[in-house]
Structures are given as C-alpha cells and as structure tokens.
C-alpha cells in the first residue's frame, strides 16, 4: 500500500506539467525537453519548467532579484530564495493596475533564469509615491 502511494503521486506530479508548448514560450528558450532525470546532464534534473514542459533543469539557477524597482509597484519574493520554481508576488500601488486590470500578479522563476508572465508595468493612479503620499497627508 505505501509504494502505491507513492507511485501515485509521482504520477500526479507529473500529469500537472503541460506538455511543451511549441510556439508559445512567450520570447523565451525552452531547456533540453526530458521524462526523467538520467535525460539531463550530471548537474541539472527533469523538473517541470512550466509552458516548457518537462525540462532538464539546473535547480540551483537564480532569477534576477531584487526586482528594478518601479515607481508604481513593490514586488515580494514568496519564496526564500529566488532560485529555480520560486514565487513572488508584484503588487501594483493603490490606484494602479497592470495592462490585465488586476493590481498584482504571480511569477515564477522558470529555467531560462527568468521570471515568468511579463515585467511590471502597472498605470494609472498617482504620477509617483510622493505626489500619493501629499494627498494621503492632505486627507
């Protein structure tokens, strides 16, 4: 019964990474495609590297971190650190939206090194911190 388990949820896991997506990779280079660890070289694993699908993947790898600050955003990092699957949150100042009409989004560090979805532009609102803060002051 409990190597059962276990088989299952290796199956699991592996069932929720989409196939690659040719095409879509959105102007980034997908890594080796891969079905299981001995696919990859000695340092990298088969990991699931989101529209990349199933990839060999250095886990150790690292997204840009801190984030260029912006005038209209604070971006936290979810994760402890900024490697290989970590999340953080981009969350856009009060009166400010990103081009989807939400006010924050999730990415995640993909294989490429790169945060997912686009960079953070989010518009409207104040023309900077300080302008909102005198009118927060004035209130």
């Known amino acids: 019964p409990h190597l059962s388990t276990s088989v ?3 199956v699991q896991a592996s069932d929720a990474c989409p196939e690659r997506l040719l095409g879509n990779e959105r102007r980034r280079t997908c890594p080796k495609p891969c079905t299981q660890d001995k696919d990859c070289g000695n340092k990298r694993q088969c990991l699931c590297d989101g529209q990349c699908g199933l990839s060999c993947v250095a886990p150790g790898r690292t997204c840009p971190w801190p984030l260029p600050s912006g005038n209209s955003f604070v971006a936290s990092l979810l994760s402890p650190t900024p490697s290989f699957s ?3 949150e981009v969350r856009c100042d009060t009166g400010y939206m990103l081009p989807n009409g939400l006010d924050a989004a999730i990415r995640r560090c993909q294989g490429d090194r790169q945060w997912s979805g686009d960079d953070p532009n989010c518009t409207g609102g104040y023309k900077n ?3 909102r803060q005198n009118v927060l002051d004035a209130i």
Do not use: F, G, Q
Request: charged share 35%.
């Open 8 to 10: 299952s949820l290796l």
């Open 86 to 88: 970590a999340l953080l």
């Open 129 to 131: 911190r300080e302008e």
